[in-house]
Nanobody, 130 residues
C-alpha cells in the first residue's frame, strides 16, 4: 500500500523557517512526481511546489517562488520542502501528493491540478504568527 507521511509542521514567527518532510513508501519512486499542496481554512487547495523524481526538475507556485525550495533524497524516499521567509499567509495544512510523472508533468503548469494525484498524505499544520 502506498503511503505518504508528512512531518515538520509547527508554529513559527513571520520571517522564520521550517522544513517539511514527506516519506514515501511502496511505489516506484523514480517514476513519480511528488508535490506539496496547502489548504488554508475557507480557501481552495493550492499547489506549492513539485519535483520530478526521475530528473530532479522543480516547479513552484508564484506565491512561494524565491522563498521555498523542494528537494528529494531518493535513497531515503523522502521529499523536503524548505520554507524560508515565512509569512502569515503561508499558514495552512500542507500535504504531499504523488502521481506518475507522466500524469502530472506533461507541461510546466499541469502539476498544479490536484485532481491528477493518486496518493495523499495526512497533512501537517504550519502556522505563521505575525
Amino acid at each position: 500500500e502506498v503511503q505518504l507521511v508528512e512531518s515538520g509542521g509547527g508554529l513559527v514567527q513571520a520571517g522564520g523557517s521550517l522544513r517539511l518532510s514527506c516519506v514515501a513508501s511502496a511505489f516506484a519512486f523514480d517514476d513519480y512526481a511528488i508535490a506539496w499542496f496547502r489548504q488554508a481554512p475557507g480557501k481552495e487547495r493550492e499547489g506549492v511546489s513539485c519535483i520530478s523524481l526521475s530528473d530532479g526538475t522543480t516547479y513552484y507556485g508564484d506565491s512561494v517562488k524565491g522563498r521555498f525550495t523542494i528537494s528529494s533524497d531518493n535513497a531515503k524516499n523522502t521529499i523536503y520542502l524548505q520554507m524560508n521567509s515565512l509569512k502569515p499567509e503561508d499558514t495552512a495544512v500542507y500535504y504531499c501528493a504523488a502521481a506518475p510523472e507522466l500524469d502530472v508533468l506533461p507541461g510546466d503548469s499541469t502539476w498544479l491540478w490536484d485532481g491528477g494525484y493518486d496518493y495523499w498524505g495526512q497533512g501537517t499544520q504550519v502556522t505563521v504568527s505575525s
